[in-house]
């Protein structure tokens, strides 16, 4: 079965780096767009990027864009954030995202839209 496995979360101080890591398997991963998000506590969970199924399309929503970068390594099975110049307000459990359309035009910000999900990691900034 599909399954994704998110790693890379943890404690940083306001400024900091972080990288997230997406590790799939049980699906053909190149095919499938694949997003990050997060849910901070008493908040929704909310789409932060996507990256096509080829890896030639991104896209970040406002709030991260300039500090997140979304990429993937196909060969790897692995989408990645590099998550930059991090702020008290980025403190949330993120998590990854399969689409189960088969190479989606375009790239859906709509959770209902991704299928299969990890179990999150949490990342904390402290200021």
């Known amino acids: 079965q599909v399954q994704l496995v998110e790693s890379g979360g943890g404690l940083v101080q306001a400024g900091g780096s972080l990288r997230l890591s997406c590790a799939a398997s049980?699906?053909?991963?190149?095919?499938?767009?694949v997003g990050w998000f997060r849910q901070a506590p008493g908040k929704e969970r909310e789409f932060l990027a996507g990256?096509?199924?080829?890896?030639?399309?991104?896209h970040l929503t406002d709030s991260v864009r300039g500090r997140f970068t979304i990429s993937r390594d196909n060969a790897k099975n692995t989408v990645y954030l590099q998550m930059n110049s991090l702020k008290p307000e980025d403190t949330a459990v993120y998590y990854c995202?399969?689409?189960?359309?088969?190479?989606?035009?375009?790239?859906?910000?709509?959770?209902?839209?991704?299928?299969?999900w990890g179990q999150g990691t949490q990342v904390t900034v402290s200021s």
């Open positions: 990256i096509n199924w080829s890896g030639r399309s991104t």
């Open positions: 049980g699906y053909t991963f190149s095919n499938y767009l």
């Open positions: 995202a399969a689409d189960r359309s088969y190479r989606r035009t375009y790239i859906s910000t709509s959770l209902g839209d991704y299928n299969f």
